[in-house]
C-alpha cells in the first residue's frame, strides 16, 4: 500500500481547522463572559436607588453611582459588541481552514478506497493463482 503523498499538507491543514475551531471556542467563551459582565451591569443599574432622604451630600453620592454604573452597563454593552464581532471573524476564520481541509480528506479518502481495491485484487489474483495450481478435483487447504 503506498502512502498518500499529501499527508504531511492534510495533517498541516487540519492542525489549522484545529487552532481556528480553538481560537472559535475561546471567542464564545469571551463573548459569554461579556454578556454576563452586561448582564450584571444592567441588573446594578435597574435596582440601584437614588437615596433623597439622607440630605445633599448622599444624593449626589447617589448620582455618582448611578452615572458609574450607567458607565459600567455601556461599557459592558460595547465589550459584547466587540466580542461578537471577534466570534464573526473567528468563525470565518474556522470555515475558511475548513474549507481548505477538506478536499485533501476527500483525496485521502479517495486514495484509501483505490489502495483498497487494489489489495483485494491483488489478493484475488494470489487466490486465483493457488487455485490454478491445484491439481484438478482437490480444493487447496483440504485434506483430500
Known sequence: MSAFRLSGLMRFRKLQED?????????????????????????????????????VAVFRASVASRAALRS?????????EVAATEVQQRELAW???????????????RHAERESVEDLRVEQ????????????????????
Not at 125 to 144: F, H, K, N, Q
Request: proline content about 4%; charged content about 30%.
Open 95 to 109: 470555515s475558511d481552514a475548513r474549507k481548505r481541509s477538506v478536499p485533501l480528506e476527500k483525496l485521502s479518502e
Open 19 to 55: 487552532q481556528a475551531a480553538a481560537d472559535l471556542a475561546s471567542a464564545n467563551a469571551s463573548r459569554r463572559r461579556a454578556e454576563a459582565r452586561r448582564a450584571a451591569a444592567t441588573r446594578d443599574l435597574t435596582i440601584h436607588e437614588f437615596q433623597t432622604d439622607l440630605g
Open 125 to 144: 489474483l494470489a487466490l486465483d493463482e493457488i487455485a490454478g495450481r491445484a491439481p484438478s478435483g482437490t480444493v487447496p487447504g483440504s485434506d483430500a
Open 72 to 80: 459600567f452597563a455601556t461599557e459592558a454593552s460595547v465589550a459584547v
